[in-house]
């Protein structure tokens, strides 16, 4: 079973990306798509459910798969949103993604974290030369590859 610091360690990466998401949305003024909310969603249980699976040995396992299901649809919907932005033509739109996105309980309880309001086929600035959707994407991948390792790890033992 992996430790107590491998999980806590996955849920501050976690919490950090989301955190580094809201200081691009709220600083640098870049408005989040609904591929971007989703991605924001998968971050958000990957760091939740690996804080509960560090807190939790018997349920460890519980909070360790749901960890990785997280990081795999995370992975899906950052991998759909690089395809919309190598493919302009199309795009996401507003509707109906952003109407359904805009309509779930958390983005009317916290709009400054959940709400979407930007469109996902514009392109953004890249850091270090790789645009934020491939960050995220790559991101989710590390995340989620290292939680799958450690599954197989623990599961030779």
């Not at 709220?26 to 989040?32: G, Q, S, T």
Request: net charge positive.
């Amino acid at each position: 079973m992996p430790s107590r610091p491998f999980f806590l360690l996955i849920a501050i990466a976690s919490f950090g990306l989301l955190g580094y998401a809201l200081y691009l949305q709220h600083v640098e003024m870049l408005k989040p798509c609904p591929l971007c909310i989703l991605q924001r969603y998968a971050f958000l249980g990957i760091g939740l459910f690996a804080l509960l699976a560090s807190l939790g040995r018997a349920t460890r396992g519980l909070w360790h798969g749901l960890a990785m299901l997280s990081g795999i649809g995370g992975i899906a919907v950052a991998g759909y949103h690089v395809w919309t932005l190598l493919h302009p033509t199309e795009s996401c739109g507003i509707d109906p993604m952003q109407n359904w996105i805009n309509a779930l309980p958390s983005a009317r309880v916290l709009p400054e974290v959940f709400r979407s309001s930007g469109l996902c086929s514009l392109p953004l600035p890249p850091i270090f030369g790789i645009s934020i959707p491939v960050w995220s994407l790559i991101w989710l991948i590390v995340l989620t590859l290292l939680l799958i390792g450690a599954m197989v790890r623990r599961e030779r033992r």
